[in-house]
């Protein structure tokens, strides 16, 4: 088992900051996928980014490239996103999710675990 708890959401103004840290917890492994997706209302839940615990692959969905980093802290069990040039159309409920299956990272139907999620608003 593997727990995830998310931190560091809230309300910004567009082109502001924030970075969001996902702590982990349990049965953890090096080969493991963090993967951040988020869900507006109504909407899908989409892939954001994702990272193996090795570092080797990094990955991020289209509309986040450019402008939002993932990284990993080993020592500290945590995964961490940082959001700049925020837009309001990244407004939405960020989850962090946990897998082993690489090849399956944007799909959030791959993820084993997942967070409570933590909820991003972005004002114009």
């Known amino acids: 088992q593997v727990q995830l708890v998310e931190s560091g959401g809230g309300l910004v103004q567009a082109g502001g900051s924030l970075r969001l840290s996902c702590a982990a917890s349990?049965?953890?492994?090096?080969?493991?996928?963090m993967g951040w997706f988020r869900q507006a209302p109504g909407k899908e839940r989409q892939f954001v980014a994702a990272?193996?615990?090795?570092?080797?692959?990094?990955s991020y969905g289209d509309s986040v490239k450019g402008r939002f980093t993932i990284s990993r802290d080993n020592a500290k069990n945590t995964v961490y996103l940082q959001m700049n040039s925020l837009k309001p159309e990244d407004t939405a409920v960020y989850f962090c999710?946990?897998?082993?299956?690489?090849?399956?990272?944007?799909?959030?139907?791959?993820?084993?675990?997942w967070g409570q999620g933590t909820q991003v608003t972005v004002s114009s």
């Open positions: 349990g049965r953890t492994a090096s080969n493991y996928v």
């Open positions: 999710a946990a897998t082993e299956n690489l090849s399956g990272r944007y799909s959030p139907g791959k993820y084993d675990y």
């Open positions: 990272i193996t615990l090795s570092g080797g692959y990094i």
